[in-house]
Structure formats: C-alpha cells, structure tokens
C-alpha cells in the first residue's frame, strides 16, 4: 500500500521558514519523480516544484529562489525548505509521487504578517 505522508507545517510570520517533509512508503521511491503542490482556499490546486528521481529540479516562478526541493532516497524522504515565506504562501502543502499518481494528505502552511 502506498503512502506519502507531509509533515512540518504550521504557522509561521511573513519573512520565516520552514521545511516540509513527504515521507513515502509502498513502492520503488527512488524510481519516481515527485514534486509538492499546495492549494489556498478558494483557488486551484498550484504545482510548486518537481524533482526527478536523478535529482533535477523544477520551480513555478512563484517560488522560485525562495523554496528548495530535495530528496533522501535514503531515507524515502522529500523535503521542500520554504525561506522568505509570505501571506501568500498560506495554503494546505502536499506532496505527489510518480507524476501524480499518487498524493499526500496535505499540511496546512499558515504565514502572518
């Protein structure tokens, strides 16, 4: 049974940091691309950064030089540091796997300013 699990939101002021973590479990982790989302309420769900199993990366402009992706295929594990957060960034975070095939329950990131 596959399982993405986010961990590592919580409420933060404008100009903080955090690190999300998506611990996954149920398949060949280091086979798959993976990448993070999040979705504010009321709006779309927004790709945030993709990262490849050979350790590529991608970023929307929204988040790019503030946000990096990274992986531990050691430990089955993405991560996501978020720096320079902003109101704006508040949303539920979540994690995919495998082009989307398969998600996370999501984390809530709350920033104030």
């Known amino acids: 049974q596959v399982q993405l699990v986010e961990s590592g939101g919580g409420s933060v002021q404008a100009g903080g940091s955090l690190k999300l973590s998506c611990a996954a479990s149920g398949y060949k982790f280091g086979t798959c691309g993976m990448a993070w989302y999040r979705q504010a309420p009321g709006k779309k769900r927004e790709f945030l950064s993709f990262i490849n199993s050979d350790g590529t990366t991608t970023y929307a402009d929204s988040v790019r030089g503030r946000f990096t992706i990274s992986r531990d295929n050691t430990k089955n594990t993405m991560y996501l540091q978020m720096n320079s957060l902003k109101t704006e960034d508040t949303a539920v975070y979540y994690c995919?796997?495998?082009?989307?095939?398969?998600w996370g329950q999501g984390t809530q990131v709350t920033v104030s300013s």
């Open positions: 995919a796997a495998c082009s989307g095939y398969y």
